[in-house]
């Protein structure tokens, strides 16, 4: 039915980091969404809204495809997966950075000790764009999880992984050396829905905005 076609999708982390953050903007929105623990979706009751609940890794590629028009993921996750995403709005939570890191006792004096040396990352396509601007030649392994043993089992001799307060590196024996990138949660969209759905979402937009705006 149009009343079905007319409703906008948004993907949201399922359990995470931003899950959190994410239903609560919703709710701030005023949008009353009644949530079963293992659903995989839930529909607004007062607003033409549909929420899927993923991974957040898997969210630019639902969004891409028009499976969901907009989504809630980190930067560094529209970094490294997005292809042709929409970067609507950055949403101000799950502030934290990518960095590359050492074993503690090594001697760091600048980014060109990266060259010729092998680093861990789940961020291959941003460390990869971040080394060649700097003009280092490192070898990038990717890894999906764990990137901060890589060094103390011999894997690698530095690693690029997401640090907030830097203590996971810490209890690895790691120092942080340098920032690739700084992100937070950010608002994505599929850049080809139109019509009632673009207007539904320009109404959902202009709630978030304000209430951005009465949190700051
Ligand atoms: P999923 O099961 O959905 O794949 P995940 O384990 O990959 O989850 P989380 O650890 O929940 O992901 O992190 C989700 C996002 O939150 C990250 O991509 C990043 O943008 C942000 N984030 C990660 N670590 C932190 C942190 N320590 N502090 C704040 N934000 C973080
Ligand atoms: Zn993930």
Do not use: W
């Not at 003009?135 to 640090?163: K, Q, R």
């Not at 307060?165 to 790691?174: D, V």
């Not at 937070?184 to 759905?197: I, M, R, S, Y």
Request: with cysteine; net charge neutral.
């Amino acid at each position: 039915s149009s009343e079905n076609s007319n409703r906008l999708k948004i993907a949201i982390q399922k359990s995470g980091r931003l899950s959190e953050k994410s239903l609560a903007l919703l709710k701030e929105c005023g949008i009353q969404i009644t949530t079963s623990p293992n659903a995989l979706r839930a529909e607004a009751s007062n607003f033409p809204l549909e929420i899927l609940f993923l991974r957040d890794d898997d969210i630019p590629e639902y969004v891409q495809d028009g499976v969901a028009d907009v989504g809630i993921i980190g930067e560094n996750v529209m970094l490294e997966k997005g292809k042709k995403l929409e970067l609507i709005d950055k949403l101000g939570f799950a502030k934290c950075r990518l960095s590359l890191a050492v074993p503690r006792g090594t001697t760091y004096d600048d980014v060109s000790f990266f060259d010729g040396k092998r680093i861990a990352t789940s961020y291959p396509k941003i460390l990869g764009e971040y080394f060649k601007e700097k003009n280092v030649n490192a070898e990038i392994h990717m890894i999906s999880g764990s990137v901060e043993i890589a060094p103390s089992i011999g894997l690698s001799e530095g690693v690029c992984d997401i640090v907030s307060s830097g203590s996971t590196l810490l209890s690895n024996g790691l120092k942080e050396v340098e920032t690739v990138l700084k992100s937070e949660a950010v608002l994505v969209a599929n850049p080809d829905f139109n019509g009632e759905k673009r207007k539904n979402f320009e109404k959902l937009l202009f709630r978030m905005q304000s209430v951005r705006r009465s949190n700051k």
